[in-house]
């Protein structure tokens, strides 16, 4: 892909099957591991150094970050695409998930500096990795990129935060009501935030994607705007020496003013950087335009398939 290229999604959605859909209670705080089938009967699950982690595949290491308010699921359908090619562990950060609790009280920097130790610790069986963050993932991301210098050896950010908070945008974000999918308010409610900040297409929300964001928004327990709307991503790109791959949609909500202005931001400090928008892809670009995502993130970290693992 070009530098700045614009990739418009194929016609075939990408949907989640039932045979590789991650069955998740709505009205429960598990996220049952006995219920996962088809190509998900292939995820491990391990919990190390306060980290809860899947594990899939085989090949080059890339550990994947989620966004605010997330979980490894965050990646459910990125997981075993790149597991085809790669050693994925899709973590579950401090504070979410199944992962230890944090401290609440952490600035954005103190956040990152607690993470970077355990990223060292949870990639110690390689000599060198890739890292794949979402938004407040990315931002985190990008901080332990800039900290672990030659172990990360390529980067890619998907929608990441860090660019300061931004001024002259509105949120109509809803508070999420008590109670399961059973219940009309929690679902309008879970469709609603769901379309202000991480989905451009309404056709897009589906049942899965419902469960994932209200079993994620239950589990939460840390502020992850504390680093999304930190304004320390510029400068720990400028810090970190792994490449990096940027990827946004164009109709990414929380981008603002635009996502070729955040990107335009990093390329300040590193002109070399490649950058993609997603035609029609929101800010959970991942979810909503998997196989544009999956292309890129595998094309861009490949050409490192001699690496240790």
């Known amino acids: 892909m070009r530098r700045g290229s614009n990739l418009s999604h194929?016609?075939?959605?990408?949907?989640?099957?039932?045979?590789?859909?991650?069955?998740?209670?709505?009205?429960?705080?598990?996220?049952?591991?006995e219920q996962r089938v088809g190509g998900m009967r292939d995820w491990k699950f391990q919990k190390k150094h306060g980290i809860n982690f899947m594990e899939a595949g085989s090949g080059p290491l890339i550990v994947m970050c989620h966004g605010g308010a997330g979980s490894h699921t965050h990646w459910i359908r990125n997981i075993d695409?790149?597991?085809?090619?790669?050693?994925?562990?899709?973590?579950?950060l401090p504070g979410y998930g199944d992962s230890d609790p944090t401290n609440k009280e952490y600035t954005a920097a103190e956040y990152i500096a607690a993470m970077v130790p355990k990223m060292d610790a949870l990639t110690a069986d390689v000599d060198r990795f890739h890292l794949v963050g979402f938004s407040f993932g990315g931002a985190l991301a990008?901080?332990?990129?800039?900290?672990?210098?030659?172990?990360?050896?390529?980067?890619?950010?998907?929608?990441?935060?860090?660019?300061?908070?931004?001024?002259?945008?509105?949120?109509?974000?809803?508070?999420?009501?008590?109670?399961?999918?059973?219940?009309?308010?929690?679902?309008?409610?879970?469709?609603?935030?769901l379309l202000q900040m991480m989905i451009n297409d309404e056709v897009n929300i589906e049942e899965d994607t419902l469960?994932?964001?209200?079993?994620?928004?239950?589990?939460?327990?840390?502020?992850?705007?504390?680093?999304?709307?930190?304004d320390l991503t510029p400068n720990n790109i400028k810090k970190a020496t792994a490449k990096v791959q940027l990827i946004w949609g164009d109709a990414d909500k929380?981008?603002?003013?635009?996502?070729?202005?955040?990107?335009?931001?990093?390329?300040?400090?590193?002109?070399?950087?490649?950058?993609?928008?997603?035609?029609?892809?929101?800010?959970?670009?991942?979810?909503e335009c998997p196989n544009e995502v999956n292309a890129l993130v595998i094309k861009f970290h490949s050409s490192c398939d001699t690496l240790t693992h």
């Open 81 to 92: 695409a790149l597991a085809q090619r790669f050693t994925v562990r899709a973590l579950d």
């Open 254 to 287: 929380l981008a603002h003013p635009s996502p070729q202005d955040r990107a335009a931001l990093l390329r300040e400090v590193k002109p070399e950087i490649q950058a993609h928008f997603i035609r029609g892809g929101g800010h959970w670009v991942a979810y």
């Open 142 to 193: 990008a901080g332990i990129a800039a900290e672990l210098g030659d172990r990360v050896e390529k980067l890619t950010l998907v929608a990441p935060g860090g660019f300061g908070k931004p001024v002259g945008r509105t949120l109509d974000m809803r508070r999420l009501p008590k109670g399961g999918l059973e219940m009309p308010e929690v679902r309008e409610t879970l469709r609603h935030n």
């Open 10 to 33: 194929s016609p075939e959605r990408y949907k989640v099957s039932k045979n590789s859909a991650l069955a998740i209670r709505s009205n429960s705080n598990m996220f049952p591991r």
């Open 211 to 230: 469960s994932l964001q209200l079993a994620n928004s239950r589990r939460t327990g840390f502020n992850s705007a504390k680093l999304s709307l930190s």
